[in-house]
């Protein structure tokens, strides 16, 4: 058993193809439901000597198209409800 996030289901598929697996929500407890959820952060060191690359960089990397093509090969939720699939 693990507790992972919803990214496991396309890791399993493409890496596990043959086994056999349950996927189950977490059990509700005195607080109510639970989840999980993981969050990636990006920086841009102040002097960075190229921080309109940088920029641009992570604008590319948080664009729709790119966020929608990262959770259809890796089988994870979208950030916002607008780009559920």
Do not use: R
Not at 9 to 32: F, I, K, M, Q
Not at 42 to 59: F, H, T, Y
């Amino acid at each position: 058993m693990t507790i992972e996030g919803n990214w496991i289901t396309g890791s399993l598929s493409a890496d596990y193809p043959d086994v056999n697996y349950t996927v189950v929500e977490l059990p509700e407890g005195s607080a109510g439901k639970g989840t999980i959820h993981f969050t990636n952060g990006w920086g841009i060191a102040a002097d960075s000597p190229n921080q309109k690359g940088a920029i641009d960089l992570v604008e590319y990397l948080t664009s729709d198209d790119v966020v929608m093509d990262f959770a259809k090969s890796f089988g994870i939720m979208p950030e916002h409800m607008k780009n559920c699939f």
